[in-house]
């Protein structure tokens, strides 16, 4: 499985991206998938997980109510619409995917990884 992660970018204070991960390779149809970010000196970080079916999804406690993650099975294709971006929410963002229903919220819960896509909030 391959994940290109695409969509960052810089955004001014309350504004808006939406990341995509397109998954190549085989269907993720059964597979758990999350996002993650990594800050310039900071551990890499769990911000949310969709499970395999989309209907269980969990946010680190950060971005709950601001950031929503989806999946379109059709496309083999995860999103992250991040809403009202505050500059603590720069960091470079990574998709990933685990051969499980579930999500999990530890990084070395995931066998597939993107290769990351920079997000920069100005204030």
């Known amino acids: 499985v391959q994940l290109q992660a695409s969509g960052g970018g810089l955004v001014q204070a309350g504004g808006s991206l939406r990341l995509s991960c397109a998954a190549s390779g085989r269907s993720v149809d059964s597979y758990a998938m999350g996002w993650f970010r990594q800050a310039p000196g900071k551990e890499r970080e769990f911000v949310a997980g969709?499970?395999?079916?989309?209907?269980?999804?969990g946010y680190a406690d950060s971005v709950k109510g601001r950031f929503t993650i989806s999946r379109d099975i059709a496309k083999n294709t995860l999103y992250l619409q991040m809403n009202s971006l505050k500059p603590e929410d720069t960091a470079v963002y990574y998709c990933?995917?685990?051969?499980?229903?579930?999500?999990?919220?530890?990084?070395?819960?995931?066998?597939?990884w993107g290769q990351g896509t920079l997000v920069t909030v100005s204030s």
């Open positions: 990933a995917a685990r051969t499980y229903n579930w999500y999990s919220l530890q990084s070395t819960g995931y066998e597939y």
């Open positions: 969709i499970s395999w079916n989309g209907d269980s999804t």
